[in-house]
């Protein structure tokens, strides 16, 4: 069993920065990959970033690749998003998961976070 807490939300102006934190509680950390979703109020849920238990293996989709950087750090049982360049249409709640592989789709991920919220104003 793994539960997270997302951490670092906040409301940023458009070409600003956020650093996102997911702590993890339990010793198994470090063998689940993790990523990184988002929610904008009416839309799904979807895919932002994903890093596999070692860190040497990372995904971004294809909106945030140049932007965001996913990291982990075993040690603390933390995974991180560094946002810079932030855009309106990147504001939601930004939700971490842990599965067993570094995947794309939410089906595939075992545990989420409750979420934090990020708000980019023009």
């Known amino acids: 069993q793994v539960q997270l807490v997302e951490s670092g939300g906040g409301l940023v102006q458009a070409g600003g920065s956020l650093r996102l934190s997911c702590a993890a509680s339990g010793r198994t950390f470090s063998t689940y990959a993790m990523g990184w979703f988002r929610q904008a109020p009416g839309k799904e849920r979807e895919f932002v970033a994903a890093?596999?238990?070692?860190?040497?293996?990372?995904h971004y989709a294809d909106f945030v690749r140049g932007r965001f950087t996913i990291s982990r750090d075993n040690a603390k049982n933390t995974v991180y998003l560094q946002m810079n360049l932030l855009k309106p249409e990147d504001t939601g709640v930004y939700y971490c998961a842990a599965g067993p592989w570094v995947r794309r789709t939410i089906y595939e991920y075992d545990y989420w976070g409750q979420g934090t919220l990020v708000t980019v104003s023009s």
């Open positions: 890093i596999s238990w070692s860190g040497g293996n990372t």
